[in-house]
Each structure stands twice: as C-alpha cells, then as structure tokens.
C-alpha cells in the first residue's frame, strides 16, 4: 500500500518514545485496518509497535465472550459486562510491557466501548467507568466514524451486536456524544472513517505523531 513521504510527515526527526493509541466505533467501522496500517507506518519509521485488540480471544474471558457473541454460550448481561472488562485487564499487562520497552501500542477498542456497550445493555455508564479505572489511559483516542445504515450495505452483520442495527445506530450517537463530552482536540479527534483508507491511515498518522 502506497504512502505519502512517511519521514517527510516527522519534520526528518526520529520518535523516541512509545505512545498509547486507542482506536474505537461501532462494529465494521474500519478500525482494525487502521490499526494495523498505523503500526505498519509507525514500524516503517523506525518506531517500533505492537497491536493490540479487545476482545482478545485467545484468553480464559476472551474465548468465553466468542462464545457468547455467537450465540454458542448464552451469558447474561451483567456476566457478559463482566467478562468485556476482564478481558481488557488481561490485555492492559501487555500494553504496559509494551510501553515500558518504548513500543508503541495501538489498541483496537478499550474502556470506551466497555462503557457504551455496557451502557447499551442497561449498567449504569458511572460504575462500569469506575471498574475501568485502573486500566493504562491512552494518549491518544480515535473515533473512526461511520453511518451504521452505510456499514449494514456493506457487509454481513455475524454477532448479536452486529445483527441489531438499532443497537448499532444508538451505539454511533453514543460513542459521537462520549468524544464530545471529552473534549474532542488533539486527544479525542473524530475521523471520518468513509474516507478512502490510505488518506485516512495518513491522517491518523498525523494525529499519532503530534502526541509523541
């Protein structure tokens, strides 16, 4: 995949440090991609990056959650909400590795999308906040915005939350007023994930190297 002048966009300087990058939006939104274009273009910049994604599914929470989200082991929401954060916790050590050895970790999904979804399936925002609390805080959060109604003609909705396009247009609205509560700026910017995917992985780029 081509870029533009990657050392170019540095100011022809080296990054010397690691920094926490949280991608998020609703389901399909095109942040997994991005996430893996930003370490690619991090990586081809001499900074080393790891990838990092919630649910991660190889662990204990993370194969239950699979289960769940397919249908295969019926959870209710409280154990759900539960096993969501716990999942986190599991990946939250290796983002501190990470960053303690100067890697950047990119991070697909984090407490935000813990908070809405919980929020979705009735906990109040407030305490699954608290319980999140001691989670690595990010330097940097991306909302990859997209129209559900634009997502559901492209692709086939697979899990619960997927197949609820209701739950997913409530979700984006959530997740616009989360960002907007936050301040947006240079720590909460809102992108618009229709964009063509090179211009938007450069414009992420960007907003990456203004925090380091």
């Known amino acids: ?10 100011g022809g300087t080296t990054v010397s440090r690691g920094i926490f990058v949280v991608l998020e939006g609703v389901d399909r939104c095109g942040k ?3 996430g893996k274009l930003l370490v690619e273009m991090l990586t081809r910049l ?4 790891s990838l990092f994604s919630t649910p991660d599914y ?10 769940h989200l397919r249908g295969k082991q019926a959870r209710d929401a409280l154990g759900f909400e539960c096993m969501l954060i716990a999942n986190r916790y ?6 501190r590795d990470a960053l303690a050895m100067g890697r950047s970790a990119i991070c ?31 330097d940097l959060n991306i909302l990859v915005d997209v129209n559900p109604l634009e997502i559901a003609e492209r692709y086939d909705r697979q899990n619960i939350y997927e197949q609820d396009l209701g739950v997913q247009v409530r979700l984006s609205h959530a997740y616009r007023k989360l960002w907007e509560v936050n301040g ?13 995917s090179v211009v938007l992985a450069e414009q992420i780029l960007a907003l990456a190297l203004r925090r380091l």
């Open 46 to 49: 001499g900074r080393e990056a």
């Open 108 to 138: 697909v999904r984090w407490w935000q999308s813990a908070l809405l979804y919980g929020h979705a399936s009735g906990h109040e925002a407030e305490v699954v906040r608290r319980i999140c609390s001691s989670l690595p805080e990010p």
């Open 184 to 196: 947006g700026g240079d720590r909460w910017p809102v992108v618009d994930g229709a964009k063509d």
């Open 32 to 34: 997994t991609s991005q």
């Open 90 to 95: 599991e990946v939250a050590g290796r983002v």
């Open 1 to 10: 995949m081509r870029f533009a002048n990657l050392t170019a966009m540095t």
């Open 58 to 67: 190889e662990g204990f929470a993370g194969k239950e959650i699979g289960d």
